[in-house]
Structures are given as C-alpha cells and as structure tokens.
C-alpha cells in the first residue's frame, strides 16, 4: 500500500504521512516550530460564534 502524500503547511514540500514521521503533517521539525509560533504570535485565528451565552451569563 502506498503512503498517503501531503504537501508541509509551512513550506509545501511532500511529506509521507508515516508514524515514523514524527513530526507530520510538517517535513521538520523546524516547519512545526515556524507554525507553532504563528499561532502563538497570533497570526492565526479560528472564528467563534457565541449561539449560546457562557456558563457564567446564564442565571437561575
């Protein structure tokens, strides 16, 4: 069976998605730790909505 093939979000080089490719999906460990610190600098963000109100606005 042939390993699935993706592309390293950080650089775009192939990566074989193995378990012995400890640091997949990314080709390196430096390619992880470039991404890691986009989302600790921010650059990232995942959007929210509030639908329901938080446990601590909700009044008995």
């Known amino acids: 069976m042939k390993p699935l093939i993706v592309s390293c979000p950080t650089c775009?080089?192939?990566?074989?998605w193995l378990p012995e490719n400890r640091y997949r999906p990314f080709?390196?460990?430096r390619c992880k730790l470039i991404d890691l610190g986009?989302?600790?600098d921010e650059r990232y963000t995942v959007a929210a909505t509030e639908d329901e109100p938080l446990s601590?606005?909700?009044?008995?």
């Open 27 to 29: 080709c390196s460990e």
């Open 56 to 60: 601590d606005d909700i009044r008995h």
């Open 12 to 16: 775009a080089q192939e990566v074989r």
């Open 38 to 40: 986009a989302w600790a």
